[in-house]
C-alpha cells in the first residue's frame, strides 16, 4: 500500500466481494444497509509474512503473529468508519491494517485481538483521524522505518505510531510526541478534557476555581512533557 511503501513481494491486490462480509459476518438487514450504502470497493492489498519479508514470526501459548494483512475499503461517505473498521477486524483473525480511503483523505485503523475458543474478541480498536493522502506525517508508517525485530513488534509499532498521530493533531504538537511519554500523554489529555466538561457544568464560583487549579497544573504537566513553556 502506497503509504507503507511495502515489498512488491507482499503485494495481493484482490477484490473481497462486499456478499462474502455479510455471509461470514452473518450481517443483519441494518448492517447490510451500511456496507451498500457506504462502501464503494474492498480490496486485499498486501500480505506480510516472514517469507516475504523476512520478518519473524513472533508465536508463544496466548499470540500468534504469523501474518499482517493490509485490507483497503474505499468509501462513498464518511461516518460509518467505526462500525465498518470494527467488524473487519472481528472477521479476520490475523494482525489486521485497515486503510479507509475517501476521496483524498485516508483513515488508518489497527486492533488488539485474541482468539479464544476459535473466536475473535477485539479488545481495542485504534483508530486514526482522517489524515490527508499527502500529510507528511504519513512518511512515519513507512516500512523501513517500522521496527522489524519481529512481526508483532512490526504491527504494535503501526499501531503507536497510529496513537501518535491521533494526539499530535489533538495537541497541535507536529509529531515531537516521543513513545515513552505516549501512555501519560494520552491519559493527561483525557484528564484535561474531563475537567473542561465537568467546568463548564459547574454552577458554584468556589467549585470553579477548584476545577480551574486543578486543570492548570495538568496541562502544566503536559507541557512540560511537550517541552512547551
Excluded at 489497527?110 to 479488545?123: G, L, P
Excluded at 504519513?138 to 499501531?159: G, M, Q, R, V
Amino acid at each position: 500500500m502506497e503509504i507503507f511503501n511495502l515489498p512488491n513481494e507482499c503485494k495481493i491486490d484482490k477484490n473481497i466481494p462486499k456478499e462474502m462480509i455479510y455471509k461470514n459476518a452473518e450481517a443483519n438487514e441494518k448492517l447490510k444497509r451500511v456496507f451498500i450504502d457506504t462502501v464503494e470497493k474492498i480490496r486485499f492489498m498486501y500480505l506480510l509474512n516472514f517469507s516475504n519479508s523476512n520478518i519473524q514470526n513472533y508465536i508463544n501459548d496466548k499470540e500468534r503473529f504469523e501474518e499482517i494483512d493490509f485490507i483497503k475499503i474505499i468509501l462513498r461517505e464518511k461516518g460509518k468508519e467505526n462500525i465498518i473498521s470494527k467488524l473487519f477486524h472481528q472477521l479476520i483473525p490475523k494482525s489486521t491494517v485497515i486503510i479507509l480511503e475517501f476521496k483524498t483523505e485516508i483513515l488508518i485503523s489497527t486492533s488488539n485481538k485474541k482468539i479464544e475458543k476459535e473466536r475473535v474478541i477485539v479488545e481495542e480498536v485504534f483508530n486514526s483521524n482522517w489524515i490527508d493522502i499527502e500529510n507528511k506525517i504519513l512518511e512515519n508508517l513507512e516500512y523501513k522505518k517500522l521496527n522489524s525485530t519481529n512481526l508483532k513488534a512490526f504491527y504494535e509499532d503501526i499501531i503507536e505510531k497510529v496513537r501518535v498521530i491521533n494526539l499530535s493533531k489533538k495537541l497541535n504538537c507536529e509529531n515531537n510526541i516521543e513513545s515513552e511519554n505516549l501512555d501519560v500523554l494520552e491519559k493527561l489529555n483525557k484528564e484535561i478534557e474531563e475537567l473542561k466538561v465537568l467546568r463548564k457544568k459547574e454552577t458554584q464560583i468556589n467549585r470553579i476555581a477548584e476545577i480551574q487549579t486543578k486543570l492548570l497544573k495538568k496541562i502544566e504537566e503536559r507541557n512540560k512533557i511537550l517541552g512547551k513553556e
